[in-house]
């Protein structure tokens, strides 16, 4: 599923203080030991997979650093679901040819979504790439960096029928049509070509989020046929993590000090359907929930008619399951919804939410929408925008449509204006920016659990945390301005606070306590 992150947070960052965590047997050959230098865009999904590749080079040997001008080989993992994420993904390769042509690197590597669409492209335009990785080739990080794998010591897991590819693809075919789920086979027979890699618990990770907190891919890939995205063509068909091994990955995290697990994949509604699992994603939360010393569980991308009642009933039973709800709608305009070959309308998702609510009262909605798709009209755009007024949701973002090669929607007529994209996309903002500023503020006086990330970017006087009620990196902030009986806090600790401001999106609070977890 796309989603809006505030992109210079998430994008253009050099990884330094990645943590190694899980199974890291260094490689012997120390001798050899590169600098290294990691740039990483785009979602969480792809951030995953380059704490997977910094993993797999950290045990080859390697060493990170944080200086461009000091790595010896630079690696950019790249996204390109959107026009806006392209560009940056080729002004970033480009900043790293600089410190090639300059610096000390004598290797470019560029990896993630821009080498699925564009591989020939990238080697024929840009001769200073010496390698490029796929998103289904992580593990090949290593052959690219010249480095080999250590011969790794993998922990026995409750014994498994070990099936063939082929076996596996046929039984997966078979699954796939009994549960009447879209196959990709059928649109463009290049499926012998989709990503197909997976990592598990034994692949080393080095983490690069914030402390306390980590991402766990649960799934990759999709089977929805939505017509504006080629993430399925990026990523593969779906494919679940097996239960045990996202339950051992959590442990192993949990032992390690990670506090806040939130689980990711393209669409985590559909956890373990190809594993012939019922409601697999409630079962996988209500086994993590019981690991102790873990405060928050949470998942994102769920999709809007698999919210089920098992589902819902589980994150009401857990009091560590966070009261927080990821459900990208993209829009709410029947013929719209059905152009994008999504379905439903405005009044069923406005009956889902009431029964979200009404499941669990206190709970953060958060969603994102598609402006400007081929055909949308002023009416569909006026549907979208009462819908918004009705449903008040606590988060939202708002992409314009990107008119992508290789989706279905590419080959539509009725494509609308940019200007007008543009401006639909500015008032849709200032709807939720009025709702938010008016649920922000029934905050204030309430006492709440924050996570507490850090001195903010701002000014060294005020803390950044989070509460249950938003997920990293994309939701707002709780600025700490009060340490209350503290001369200074902890990152990573949890505090009991009460909220005494609150602005269009953040809220500012004062410390009553730390929870000692
Ligand atoms: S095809 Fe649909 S569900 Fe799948 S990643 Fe794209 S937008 Fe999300």
Redesign the pocket.
């Known amino acids: 599923?796309?989603r809006s992150v505030k992109i210079r947070d998430v994008t253009h960052l050099l990884l330094d203080e990645a943590e190694s965590l899980i199974t890291s047997t260094k490689s012997a050959n120390s001798g050899n030991r590169p600098r290294i230098g990691f740039v990483s865009l785009g979602c969480p999904k792809n951030l995953v997979d380059s704490e997977v590749m910094m993993g797999l080079l950290d045990r080859a040997g390697a060493e990170m650093t944080s200086n461009p001008e000091t790595a010896e080989i630079l690696v950019v993992n790249t996204c390109s679901f959107i026009d806006a994420a392209k560009q940056e993904s080729v002004d970033a390769i480009l900043e790293m040819v600089q410190h090639k042509a300059k610096g000390t690197a004598r290797k470019l590597i560029v990896a993630g979504c821009l080498v699925e669409r564009y591989r020939d492209e990238i080697r024929k335009n840009i001769p200073e790439v010496d390698a490029v990785v796929g998103t289904g080739e992580l593990d090949q990080i290593l052959a690219a960096a010249g480095l080999e794998a250590p011969i790794p010591q993998i922990p026995e897991l409750s014994p498994f029928t070990i099936l063939t590819s082929a076996q596996a693809a046929r039984a997966e075919g078979d699954l796939r049509e009994s549960q009447g789920r879209f196959s990709r086979n059928g649109w463009d027979g290049a499926e012998a070509h989709l990503p197909q890699y997976l990592y598990d618990h034994t692949t080393p990770r080095l983490l690069a989020t914030k402390k306390a907190s980590a991402y766990i891919k649960i799934a990759e890939g999709?089977d929805?046929p939505?017509s504006f995205?080629i993430?399925?063509n990026l990523r593969g068909k779906f494919r679940s993590r097996r239960f045990e091994s996202v339950v051992a990955e959590t442990e192993s995290l949990v032992a390690q000090g990670v506090r806040e697990i939130t689980l990711i994949g393209?669409?985590t509604t559909c956890y373990g359907e190809d594993l012939r699992l019922k409601d697999g994603l409630a079962q996988l939360l209500d086994r993590l929930a019981v690991i102790p010393g873990l405060v928050w569980l949470r998942f994102l991308y769920a999709?809007p008619n698999k919210i089920s009642g098992k589902l819902l009933e589980t994150i009401a039973k857990h009091d560590n399951i966070c009261k927080y709800l990821d459900v990208p709608l993209q829009h709410a305009s029947g013929p719209v919804l059905k152009s994008m070959k999504r379905g439903a309308n405005a009044d069923i998702f406005l009956k889902t939410i009431e029964k979200v609510r009404s499941a669990i009262p206190e709970i953060a909605l958060r969603t994102s929408f598609i402006v400007g798709f081929p055909g949308e009209t002023e009416a569909d755009f006026e549907t979208l925008c009462d819908f918004v007024r009705e449903a008040k949701f606590d988060w939202l973002g708002v992409f314009g449509y990107s008119d992508e090669e290789g989706s279905r929607a590419f080959g539509l007529e009725g494509k609308v204006p940019a200007r007008m994209i543009e401006r639909r996309k500015r008032e849709l903002m200032k709807i939720q920016q009025r709702i938010s500023k008016k649920t922000k503020a029934e905050w204030v006086g309430r006492e709440i659990e924050v996570l507490v990330e850090g001195e903010s970017e701002e000014t060294p006087l005020l803390w950044e945390g989070r509460s249950q009620y938003h997920a990293p990196e994309i939701d707002g902030i709780v600025y700490i301005n009060d340490f209350g009986p503290y001369e200074e806090l902890i990152a990573g600790e949890f505090y009991r606070c009460e909220i005494t401001e609150a602005h269009d999106y953040d809220v500012v609070a004062r410390v009553l306590a730390r929870i000692q977890e």
């Open positions: 599923m796309t999709c929805h939505c995205c993430i399925p393209q669409d999709y």
